[in-house]
């Protein structure tokens, strides 16, 4: 029994958060590594272009309930994805119109462009708390848990109950969903070949009838829902605050430096890596190595790193990757 326990402890509280996490941060590294695999530059802006983006949800969302509107046990929120995404969508290609297309026309290096995104994420932040405030805003609704613990407790006669909340649930279904739906886009229509084309050979793919900026506007708008969805998915899970979107940037660029820059499958095991990574170094250990080893009494919670540190484990990743395989483990592009 207590190894049973201790199973549900891991799941309950390492597995599914650090599973949950992870499926977040694929989605948003799966952003970056599109931007950069098609426009070539590192996109500064995207941890707050998500924020924005989360935040037009919430504004729709409060509008829904506010007329009664509702999805029962599921977010409201998801009704209003699509403004969401449109919104954001919108403002990243009004961004590119006017800032990155004159850098991309005069063959910038890549630095200048990065350069300009860290310009453009100081707008976007500054726009974001305009629009909604600085406060920590909470707008999950529907049901809390798909498992709760006293049922499970109930059901499986054990000391440790297991928990699954409804959006970690969801986050990971809508993550299996989008991930499948971009794949199959990137590899089975048409504009999916015509991006890859652009990505692998440019100057090739233009000389093969690949309209340029039909391609870039595809990027921005594919790269606007998955922030988009990210971000939404990110807040439901915990909660809405503008300057953690800004935090977030580091775990979203260390998933996808990880896993291969311009490399989709890359981005999306960086992802996993990365937050299993920090889950499992600020995790405290004590309580599931007291039902592994009951006569053990460590003097310590056997926690690596606290929880303050968090992101420090994904910089430290970060580093380790540069320094020994800049290309990443799915061998993407050089940074």
Known sequence: MDI?????????????????????????????????????????????????????????????????????????????????????????????????????????????????????????????????????????????????????????????????????ALTLVVVVVVVWALFWFLNRTKSGKAMRAYSDNEDLALLSGVDPERVVRLTWIIAAALMTIAGVLYGLDKSFKAFNYFQILLPIFAAAIVGGLGNPLGAIAGGFVVAFSEVAITYPWLKIAGYLFPDWQPDGLLQLLSTEYKFAVSFVILIIVLLFKPTGLFSGKSV
Request: net charge positive.
């Open 4 to 168: 049973l326990n201790a199973l549900v402890a891991f799941l309950n509280f390492v597995f599914i958060p650090a599973a949950t996490y992870g499926a977040q941060l694929a989605l948003g590294a799966l952003g970056v590594t599109l931007i950069y695999g098609i426009l070539r530059f590192s996109n500064f802006a995207h941890g707050d272009t998500m924020a924005f983006g989360t935040a037009i949800t919430i504004i729709v969302t409060w509008g829904l309930q506010s007329l009664g509107i509702s999805l029962g046990p599921l977010p409201t929120a998801l009704l209003a994805l699509p403004v969401g995404i449109a919104g954001t969508a919108a403002v990243v290609l009004l961004t590119d119109r006017t800032v990155y297309r004159f850098y991309r026309a005069q063959r910038a290096a890549p630095i200048i462009l990065v350069m300009a995104s860290v310009g453009v994420m100081f707008l976007m932040n500054g726009f974001t708390r305009l629009l909604i405030g600085v406060d920590e805003q909470r707008f999950a609704d529907g049901a809390r848990f798909v498992i709760n613990v006293r049922d499970f407790r109930e059901w499986s006669g054990l000391t440790e109950g297991l928990a699954l909340k409804t959006t970690q």
